[in-house]
């Protein structure tokens, strides 16, 4: 059997901020078409490790290679340009949706595509009602991110990222802003993604999804992965005890 090479090739990632080192020597490969959940207290450095992925933060060490990309090596001096790279080929999905409140919906979803990739706006005024329309906000297009639930401003998010038609989809806790009434409608329309075949890296709390969806569970703890490994195997029997610790404390919170 061939091996297939990873989407995402991630090798000796660190990241400190002053003295304090969120991410210590991070490797990590997902290959393409699946999904990595990664999973950990608040703090160990997943967030940082997504915004890295994304070019949003500048790794201090450690190289990055997306989707057959050349590899950047932080161990250097990075450009601006060469951080480009890695926004032209992933997306972000925010925990606060991080939508511009002086646009409309549509206006936000074709602003990446316009602005950033120069692509004509007719060509993403198209591809953007398509995509409103396949997560059911069609109707919501003039309207102002206020007027919207959170769940709908989240799927919003969501829509604005698959417009940039990415390689590769970044999730940060995108339910953990959400009321609990509203999370299932931004999860179902994950698991659709993910059933799409999207290759998707997704920090969460929510471990009935990646129990469902995920390919492979990554847990962090301390800016390392303590523990990698399928869905079953690291909630259902973790190896290390700070997991086995994580794990019953989302189950059995009281």
């Known amino acids: ?36 959940t990664l999973i950990g207290p608040s703090g160990s450095g997943k967030t940082t490790l997504l915004r ?10 450690g190289t990055v290679a997306v989707d057959g990309g050349p590899s950047i090596d932080f161990g250097g001096t990075v450009d601006r340009r060469t951080l480009g790279q890695l926004r032209d080929r992933s997306a972000m999905v925010f925990q606060h949706y991080n939508l511009f409140p002086h646009k409309t919906v549509l206006e936000n ?36 991110p206020f007027s919207l639930s959170g769940g709908q401003q989240q799927r919003v998010g969501i829509v604005r990222a698959l417009a940039l038609k990415p390689k590769l989809l970044l999730f940060d806790e ?5 009321d609990p009434e509203l999370v299932g409608e931004v999860l179902s329309l994950m698991k659709q993604l993910a059933g799409e075949g999207w290759t998707m890296v997704v920090a969460t709390h929510e471990l009935q999804f990646a129990r469902e969806v995920a390919n492979e569970v990554v847990f962090m703890d301390g800016g390392v992965i303590v523990e990698r490994g399928a869905p079953a195997q690291v909630l259902g029997s973790p190896r290390e005890e700070r997991t086995r610790r994580f794990v019953q404390r989302l189950t059995h919170p009281l």
Request: one cysteine or more; proline letters at 7%; aromatic letters at 2%.
């Open 52 to 61: 890295c992925l994304n070019g949003l933060e500048t790794p201090d060490a």
């Open 109 to 144: 979803v074709i602003e990446g595509p316009v602005v950033v990739q120069k692509r004509p706006r007719e060509e993403a005024v198209t591809d953007a009602t398509a995509l409103l329309d396949r997560v059911g906000l069609a109707a919501k297009r003039d309207d102002y």
């Open 1 to 36: 059997m061939s091996r297939i090479d990873p989407l995402l090739t991630v090798r000796s990632l660190a990241k400190s901020f002053g003295s304090n080192q969120v991410l210590r020597s991070v490797d990590l490969d997902v290959p393409a078409g699946t999904v990595t």
């Open 174 to 178: 995108p339910t953990s802003a959400l």
